[in-house]
T-cell receptor
């Protein structure tokens, strides 16, 4: 059974650019959540999607956005990148909304220079 | 109120010892308390989880103890092995929160 797949694994971007990260959940999982992990702030919730609808959004600026497709795959986008956006971005999937027994992907390591 | 406080930040234990990691929370609406294990270069992996209607749960060498009145829960690892060396995160959620709130993590090292 394939796990949660995140692409790309590593990204280097320049300040001011935008980036799109992709997440394919486990087959049959319909809920996708995104977290940002940094050494200073730990794991911070970004968004949760279920049935192509954003159910909840964390305390991040509007530069952070996401969406979910009909096949449950999800993307998140960060526009006008800042140095402080450098982080590991983790996608987690679960069977349904409100199921927090997540399976995480290995993450996308974003470095902003 | 949404915070989960985890301690210690780092812990070194000899092989066979029983490391204990503690977490405390304020929000009494939290009703799901998982523990995650993370190895370098990997995402967190769900180890074990507990709900507040039980005081203890064991899965293999991992045990969660839960004290509802004190609003604390802890992870114990029996017969620890060098392969258990990783970062461990506690977390909490509730239906109202619609997300997991994570502790800051504990870097555990098991010496051979």
């Amino acid at each position: 059974k394939a796990g949660v797949t995140q692409t790309p694994r590593y990204l280097i971007k320049t300040r001011g650019q935008q980036v799109t990260l992709s997440c394919s959940p486990i087959s049959g999982h319909r809920s996708v959540s995104w977290y940002q992990q940094t050494p200073g702030q730990g794991l911070q919730f970004l968004f949760e999607y279920f049935s192509e609808t954003q159910r909840n959004k964390g305390n991040f600026p509007g530069r952070f956005s996401g969406r979910q497709f009909s096949n449950s795959r999800s993307e998140m986008n960060v526009s006008t990148l800042e140095l402080g956006d450098s982080a590991l971005y983790l996608c987690a999937s679960s069977l349904t909304a409100g199921d927090y027994g997540y399976t995480f992907g290995s993450g996308t390591r974003l470095t902003v220079v | 109120q949404q915070q989960v406080k985890q301690s210690p930040q780092s812990l070194i234990v000899q092989k066979g010892g029983i490391p204990i990691i503690n977490c405390a929370y304020e929000n009494t609406a939290f009703d799901y308390f998982p523990w995650y294990q993370q190895f370098p270069g990997k995402g967190p992996a769900l180890l074990i989880a507990i709900r507040p209607d039980v005081s203890e749960k064991k899965e293999g060498r991992f045990t969660i103890s839960f004290n509802k009145s004190a609003k604390q829960f802890s992870l114990h690892i029996m017969d620890s092995q060098p392969g258990d060396s990783a970062t461990y995160f506690c977390a909490a959620s509730s239906k109202g929160a619609q997300k997991l709130v994570f502790g800051q993590g504990t870097r555990l090292t098991i010496n051979p």
